[in-house]
């Protein structure tokens, strides 16, 4: 059985269906790569994965290793596995980014039965992770997001994946609003996180995010469901010819 | 909106959670009858076996007070007060003078103990705190006397001051909070009970934190405390002043008078941790929590410093202030203010710069839930001789959910061109981007919101000595950063 499992899900917001009808299944190990024209739903779905509130599931199931998702709140989806690296991180005044780390990492501690994490020892760990993906001392010090570069938001969010170790990985445009050098070291970052265990879903507008993640499937969205899925070429194709095809395909 | 929707339930589910500490405890009271006239003033003074002039500073009081209106300035809402519905003197039937916790009414500690402030406890946590307990209106325990009276620190209630240090008390008694300054601090010069005194000798920094847990029982006693503090030249003094108070049905007056008195290169800090009932969701049964605070910066370079985190009471009036007649010296006030339900509270400070080159802070945090009104009022003075006066204000509302309010009402006077005064104010929403954003991390609502409130409190959270960190924990919900360890 895939680690994802989504099947025929339907979705609206404000009483608007924007999913209709998507199946996907994603194996364990396995990055797939979610393209689409703006509006096609793609963030619709990262948030309809992660559990945010006024998305309203209509029809249809998602599984993550077996268990139901939708039965979830948000909170018991991250302690369960799934991780939601978001296109506009939010700014939490007042709270470093070492607090909300440790936070989140005994949320999950406390929800298995397990004493929250010693302080020290912790610090080394977020430590040796952040100084691989340039995170700074100064930004953990710093309250999350607030007064970061478009940069240091996607990189910090990805340090947060790093020190959450999630099961199933959404990236929502990561690659927006960054220039060439940070593309690659959050794209390193990512790269180092794929384990034979762990599944990925790449959500994104541009090829070029999937030279550095490279996907072992893509899907093209269009229209609330998945109108093509391929290999790398089908990145390639996009490029060249653009949504068009789908868009009116499916129109 | 679906979502906005939502989050306002969430939160309404995680801040509408039911007062914990509501609960009474069935000692046997000894009280004076129901009503206030002189006759009730000389109960009181009979009672303390007071000197005379101190019977006859509280008639002249009453005297006063009977000229006197109730103010009505402040934004809050209440129904009349019947004065004469109130019982003035309420006291723990117990044995007279107590050697030891033994002999304290099993009954009462247990009742600190449901608070979580076990004294057993803190006696055995040698030299941390020292606590002068009030339970209504008499003292019932005090500890580690002997340790401060090593250093020369008196620390008792002000009933007791009255006996052992009658000189003291007369000079400083009022000399802050005049009799007739206010309504109500009038009310409690001519009814006060009890409550703390503190003097630190010259020289000394007081060797512990002080703390006092107050505690309202009685139904329908009012509660008056008045509380000395007395720092000479050189000296050093944190005072903690906590409360919880048991449900009632019947609003309950608390007007309560704090002076601070700072001489020459004196510091004191006070920080208050307040959590008295607030009432059921209609306010019903909450705490009138009118209280007086007030510093008096006398001495060049004294510092005196309020740290408040409100949470109780059905309404607040409070503005602890300072005043900056020493050259140099300095005057803070960090506060945090939460409202839920039909909570209301009016506070703030006054700082009133007379001396040369006085500084003040002022940081205030209000934050409001349900259909809570929260309103900081604060009066900044320059005096005309105060050269090189400086002011720095910040004044932040949060809001959580659509049907509360926050206002913002800053007083600004300045005599002296010299003066430089300056005020920030702002006001923001819990957003539902933030709310997901720390669930989507595993956070639970109930933490998260813990979470960004004490983002959003930490400049004045941070003020609070470690010894308040886990009840202000417990208070709003929040994990203090890094305060401990």
Same mark, same amino acid.
């Given at each position: 059985?895939?680690?994802?499992?989504?099947?025929?899900?339907?979705?609206?917001?404000?009483?608007?269906?924007?999913?209709?009808?998507?199946?996907?299944?994603?194996?364990?190990?396995?990055?797939?790569?979610?393209?689409?024209?703006?509006?096609?739903?793609?963030?619709?779905?990262?948030?309809?994965?992660?559990?945010?509130?006024?998305?309203?599931?209509?029809?249809?199931?998602?599984?993550?290793?077996?268990?139901?998702?939708?039965?979830?709140?948000?909170?018991?989806?991250?302690?369960?596995?799934?991780?939601?690296?978001?296109?506009?991180?939010?700014?939490?005044?007042?709270?470093?980014?070492?607090?909300?780390?440790?936070?989140?990492?005994?949320?999950?501690?406390?929800?298995? *039965?397990?004493?929250?994490?010693?302080?020290?020892?912790?610090?080394?760990?977020?430590?040796?992770?952040?100084?691989?993906?340039?995170?700074?001392?100064?930004?953990?010090?710093?309250?999350?997001?607030? *007064?970061?570069?478009?940069?240091?938001?996607?990189?910090?969010?990805?340090?947060?994946?790093?020190?959450?170790?999630?099961?199933?990985?959404?990236?929502?445009?990561?690659?927006?609003?960054?220039?060439?050098?940070?593309?690659?070291?959050?794209?390193?970052?990512?790269?180092?996180?794929?384990?034979?265990?762990?599944?990925?879903?790449?959500?994104?507008?541009?090829?070029?995010?999937?030279?550095?993640?490279?996907?072992?499937?893509?899907?093209?969205?269009?229209?609330?469901?998945?109108?093509?899925?391929?290999?790398?070429?089908?990145?390639?194709?996009?490029?060249?010819?653009?949504?068009?095809?789908?868009?009116?395909?499916?129109? | 909106?679906?979502?906005?929707?939502?989050?306002?339930?969430?939160?309404?589910?995680?801040?509408?959670?039911?007062?914990?500490?509501?609960?009474?405890?069935?000692?046997?009271?000894?009280?004076?009858?129901?009503?206030?006239?002189?006759?009730?003033?000389?109960?009181?003074?009979?009672?303390?076996?007071?000197?005379?002039?101190?019977?006859?500073?509280?008639?002249?009081?009453?005297?006063?007070?009977?000229?006197?209106?109730?103010?009505?300035?402040?934004?809050?809402?209440?129904?009349?007060?019947?004065?004469?519905?109130?019982?003035?003197?309420?006291?723990?039937?117990?044995?007279?003078?107590?050697?030891?916790?033994?002999?304290?009414?099993?009954?009462?500690?247990?009742?600190?103990?449901?608070?979580?402030?076990?004294?057993?406890?803190?006696?055995?946590?040698?030299?941390?705190?020292?606590?002068?307990?009030?339970? /209504?209106?008499? #003292?019932?325990?005090?500890?580690?006397?002997?340790?401060?009276?090593?250093?020369?620190?008196?620390?008792?209630?002000?009933?007791?001051?009255?006996?052992?240090?009658?000189?003291?008390?007369?000079?400083?008694?009022?000399?802050?909070?005049?009799?007739?300054?206010?309504?109500?601090?009038?009310?409690?010069?001519?009814?006060?009970?009890?409550?703390?005194?503190?003097?630190?000798?010259?020289?000394?920094?007081?060797?512990?934190?002080?703390?006092?847990?107050?505690?309202?029982?009685?139904?329908?006693?009012?509660?008056?405390?008045?509380?000395?503090?007395?720092?000479?030249?050189?000296?050093?003094?944190?005072?903690?002043?906590?409360?919880?108070? =048991?449900?009632?049905?019947?609003?309950?007056?608390?007007?309560?008078?704090?002076?601070?008195?700072?001489?020459?290169?004196?510091?004191?800090?006070?920080?208050?941790?307040?959590?008295?009932?607030?009432?059921?969701? /209609?306010?019903?049964?909450?705490?009138?929590?009118?209280?007086?605070?007030?510093?008096? !910066?006398?001495?060049?370079?004294?510092?005196?410093?309020?740290?408040?985190?409100?949470?109780?009471?059905?309404?607040?009036?409070?503005?602890?202030?300072?005043?900056?007649?020493?050259?140099?010296?300095?005057?803070?006030?960090?506060?945090?203010?939460?409202?839920?339900?039909?909570?209301?509270?009016?506070?703030?400070?006054?700082?009133?710069?007379?001396?040369?080159?006085?500084?003040?802070?002022?940081?205030?945090?209000?934050?409001?839930?349900?259909?809570?009104?929260?309103?900081?009022?604060?009066?900044?003075?320059?005096?005309?001789?105060?050269?090189?006066?400086?002011?720095?204000?910040? !004044?932040?509302?949060?809001?959580?959910?659509?049907? !509360?309010?926050?206002?913002?009402?800053?007083?600004?006077?300045?005599?002296? =061109?010299?003066?430089?005064?300056?005020?920030?104010?702002?006001? #923001?929403?819990?957003?539902?981007?933030?709310?997901?954003?720390?669930?989507?991390?595993?956070?639970?609502?109930?933490?998260?919101?813990?979470?960004?409130?004490?983002?959003? !409190?930490?400049?004045?959270?941070?003020?609070?000595?470690?010894?308040?960190?886990?009840?202000?924990?417990?208070?709003?919900?929040?994990?203090?950063?890094?305060?401990?360890?």
């Amino acid at each position: 059985m895939a680690l994802l499992e989504i099947e025929n899900l339907h979705a609206e917001v404000d009483g608007k269906p924007i999913l209709k009808g998507i199946d996907l299944s994603i194996e364990a190990g396995q990055v797939h790569a979610i393209m689409g024209p703006n509006g096609s739903g793609k963030s619709t779905l990262s948030y309809v994965l992660a559990g945010r509130e006024g998305y309203e599931v209509t029809e249809g199931s998602i599984r993550l290793d077996g268990h139901d998702l939708l039965e979830m709140e948000a909170d018991e989806r991250a302690v369960a596995g799934v991780f939601l690296a978001m296109q506009y991180p939010v700014e939490l005044p007042g709270v470093t980014g070492m607090t909300f780390l440790r936070e989140a990492v005994n949320a999950r501690r406390k929800a298995v *039965g397990e004493e929250e994490i010693d302080a020290m020892g912790f610090l080394k760990m977020v430590r040796a992770k952040a100084k691989t993906l340039g995170v700074t001392d100064d930004m953990l010090k710093r309250a999350v997001n607030v *007064g970061f570069s478009g940069g240091e938001k996607k990189r910090n969010e990805i340090l947060q994946m790093a020190v959450l170790e999630p099961k199933f990985c959404i990236l929502d445009e990561t690659d927006s609003g960054l220039d060439i050098d940070a593309l690659k070291v959050v794209s390193e970052g990512v790269n180092a996180l794929r384990t034979p265990e762990r599944s990925m879903l790449v959500i994104t507008h541009y090829q070029r995010l999937l030279n550095h993640i490279e996907p072992d499937v893509i899907h093209v969205l269009a229209h609330g469901r998945i109108q093509k899925s391929g290999g790398k070429e089908l990145a390639l194709e996009l490029e060249q010819n653009g949504y068009a095809d789908f868009v009116e395909a499916a129109a | 909106m679906a979502a906005t929707v939502d989050t306002v339930r969430q939160v309404e589910e995680v801040t509408g959670r039911a007062y914990k500490h509501g609960f009474v405890t069935d000692i046997d009271m000894d009280m004076a009858p129901k009503g206030l006239d002189e006759t009730t003033i000389r109960f009181i003074s009979a009672k303390k076996e007071e000197p005379e002039w101190l019977l006859e500073w509280r008639l002249k009081a009453f005297q006063q007070w009977q000229q006197m209106k109730e103010p009505n300035w402040a934004k809050v809402g209440y129904p009349p007060i019947d004065y004469q519905d109130l019982y003035y003197y309420a006291a723990p039937t117990q044995k007279p003078q107590l050697n030891s916790l033994d002999e304290v009414d099993p009954e009462l500690l247990a009742t600190y103990e449901k608070l979580g402030i076990p004294l057993k406890e803190q006696e055995i946590l040698a030299g941390v705190v020292a606590v002068d307990a009030v339970f /209504d209106s008499v #003292s019932v325990a005090t500890t580690y006397k002997k340790e401060l009276e090593k250093h020369g620190v008196v620390f008792c209630s002000i009933s007791e001051a009255v006996r052992t240090h009658p000189d003291l008390v007369k000079r400083y008694l009022g000399s802050v909070v005049p009799a007739a300054d206010n309504y109500f601090a009038c009310l409690n010069s001519a009814v006060f009970t009890d409550g703390s005194f503190v003097y630190i000798p010259k020289g000394v920094r007081c060797p512990m934190e002080l703390s006092t847990y107050f505690r309202i029982n009685a139904q329908n006693t009012g509660q008056f405390e008045r509380t000395l503090i007395v720092a000479e030249e050189g000296s050093y003094v944190s005072y903690l002043e906590g409360c919880t108070a =048991p449900q009632r049905d019947e609003n309950q007056l608390h007007a309560a008078v704090v002076e601070l008195v700072a001489l020459d290169d004196a510091e004191i800090k006070y920080s208050t941790v307040q959590n008295w009932y607030p009432g059921d969701e /209609d306010g019903k049964g909450g705490i009138y929590n009118f209280v007086t605070k007030r510093g008096a !910066c006398r001495g060049k370079r004294s510092k005196i410093s309020w740290t408040q985190v409100e949470t109780g009471s059905a309404i607040t009036w409070k503005y602890p202030s300072c005043i900056l007649q020493g050259d140099d010296s300095v005057g803070e006030f960090y506060s945090v203010a939460i409202t839920n339900n039909a909570q209301q509270a009016d506070t703030g400070t006054k700082m009133i710069h007379l001396g040369k080159n006085t500084r003040s802070t002022i940081i205030s945090k209000g934050i409001s839930a349900g259909r809570a009104d929260n309103t900081y009022r604060g009066l900044v003075r320059v005096g005309k001789r105060a050269d090189g006066a400086r002011n720095f204000t910040q !004044c932040d509302s949060l809001l959580i959910g659509d049907k !509360c309010g926050a206002h913002t009402v800053p007083y600004i006077e300045s005599k002296n =061109p010299s003066a430089r005064i300056e005020h920030e104010a702002t006001t #923001s929403k819990i957003s539902e981007d933030q709310l997901f954003y720390c669930m989507s991390r595993g956070l639970s609502t109930e933490d998260s919101v813990g979470l960004i409130v004490n983002g959003f !409190c930490k400049e004045v959270m941070k003020e609070l000595p470690m010894e308040f960190a886990v009840e202000a924990q417990k208070l709003i919900g929040i994990s203090l950063e890094g305060s401990v360890g």
